[in-house]
């Protein structure tokens, strides 16, 4: 029989510690700047200065992941005020209904999308990545628990390889440098492209025999090569959302991805995916990206269909930056794209100002308060650049732009 996920106390602590402050930082605009783990006397008032709206919105953020409503527990929540009494009531309703939990797409848009997933169908897939990675001795994790990947990658799979909660560490207030000293042989490193872009730019070597998982948007091929060279061991490339769960991996840049064994392709929609659930029911899914078949099990990646980006591993859509930028009075028009390799990883924005708008100092000043006010974190661009018309090439069709002048 499965051990709870939720049990010892530690693994629920780090799952609720994420979802509240994630759920904080989108309510706020802002990171939460107290560091976890949470103690058990944190309040959430005095401490993390959660108001009451602010309490309404934590608690049915918790209730909906969790499903305490299954439980009946949820409105016990409002009257908590201490971090612990929050663990308590969670641990509560999760005694009584631990089947089904409910994880949010990483939109930008405003209003991440629920996506409902049995524990069972969860199971079934930690299952199959346990024998990918069996003999892992520890699981350390730069991604936060409450998002699907972390919670399959970082709660689900390290009680499916039988390591203990002293096993997981947590690599999100670490450096790749302290990464190359504290590695061991047999660990298993779970990121996102970011930070192994970041591993592979800093980190001259590692400890042999250590593992990587990437996965929240495509790696590319030379931070793949990079964390490699570095002396990874392998890094495996996990294709998926949170709609899906995982779906394929891959282990090399140059190949396509390998369906995990329950899915397959729908043999009258190339782009349709079926997903044999672990009670026999066939489940059609629509992929969000182009898939291009190369065999019965196989597939090479194609563009995304809904023009969403990466940033950080959130989907960030360039056209509502766009769209948030023209409200700015002194805007006339505007355009937003992804940094080219070579420039970063966030967005940049290309701004046509209005005829009465202010200097470039004072222009740049006003919109950086805008998207501040107006954006998530993901979504602010990082660079502006300003001219009279959009860039456009000779036919006149739009084109990108350096950053640089």
Same mark, same amino acid.
């Given at each position: &029989? ?75 929540? @409002? ?6 009494? =929050? ?17 949010? $797409? ?63 560490? #947590? ?6 440098? =302290? ?16 930070? =192994?872009?970041? @591993?592979?730019? $800093? ?18 091929? #030379? ?22 769960? %995982? ?21 009258? #929609?190339? %782009?349709?995916?079926?997903?044999? @659930? ?40 360039? %056209? ?18 992804? &940094?080219?390799?070579?420039? %970063? ?8 100002? $209005?005829? #009465? ?12 308060? =805008? ?35």
């Amino acid at each position: &029989m499965n051990p709870a996920w939720w049990q010892p106390r530690g693994t629920l602590r780090r799952f609720v510690g994420d979802l509240v402050a994630d759920e904080l930082g989108r309510l706020r605009r802002r990171a939460v700047p107290r560091p976890q783990p949470w103690g058990d006397r944190l309040r959430l008032d005095a401490d993390l200065g959660v108001d009451s709206l602010e309490r309404l919105s934590l608690a049915a953020a918790l209730a909906e992941v969790l499903h305490l409503h299954e439980s009946g527990i949820e409105d016990h929540l @409002l009257a908590r005020r201490t971090f612990g009494e =929050w663990l308590d009531v969670a641990q509560a309703g999760l005694a009584r209904f631990d089947q089904r939990l409910t994880f949010r $797409t990483s939109g930008s848009s405003g209003a991440p999308k629920p996506c409902q997933h049995t524990l069972a169908g969860l199971r079934q897939e930690t299952r199959h990545l346990a024998t990918l990675f069996s003999g892992r001795r520890r699981v350390l994790g730069a991604v936060p628990s409450h998002h699907i990947y972390g919670f399959l990658f970082c709660v689900l799979l390290p009680k499916e390889l039988g390591l203990e909660e002293n096993c997981f560490v #947590d690599l999100r207030a670490s450096t790749p440098a =302290w990464l190359a000293r504290h590695a061991q042989p047999g660990d298993l490193v779970i990121g996102h492209p970011d930070f =192994w872009a970041a @591993l592979a730019h $800093t980190v001259p070597a590692l400890p042999p025999r250590v593992e990587g998982v990437t996965s929240t948007a495509p790696c590319p091929p #030379d931070v793949a090569q990079g964390v490699v060279r570095a002396g990874l061991q392998r890094l495996v490339q996990v294709y998926g959302s949170s709609e899906t769960g %995982g779906i394929a991996q891959r282990t090399r840049p140059d190949e396509p991805y390998l369906l995990f064994p329950h899915w397959r392709f729908d043999p009258t #929609d190339a %782009g349709r995916l079926l997903r044999e @659930l672990p009670d026999g029911v066939v489940q059609p899914f629509q992929a969000q990206d182009q898939l291009h078949p190369r065999g019965e099990r196989h597939f090479e990646l194609g563009a995304r269909l809904d023009a969403a980006v990466q940033v950080g591993g959130i989907n960030v859509f360039p %056209g509502r930056v766009r769209e948030v930028l023209c409200r700015h009075p002194a805007v006339q028009d505007a355009a937003v794209r992804p &940094m080219r390799p070579e420039e %970063g990883i966030r967005l940049k924005a290309f701004v046509v100002p $209005t005829a #009465d708008a202010p200097e470039e100092p004072e222009l740049l000043a006003a919109l950086d308060d =805008w998207v501040t006010r107006e954006l998530t974190p993901a979504e602010r661009p990082k660079s502006f650049r300003f001219g009279p018309q959009l860039p456009t090439g000779p036919t006149g069709k739009p084109v990108d732009w350096a950053i640089w002048l």
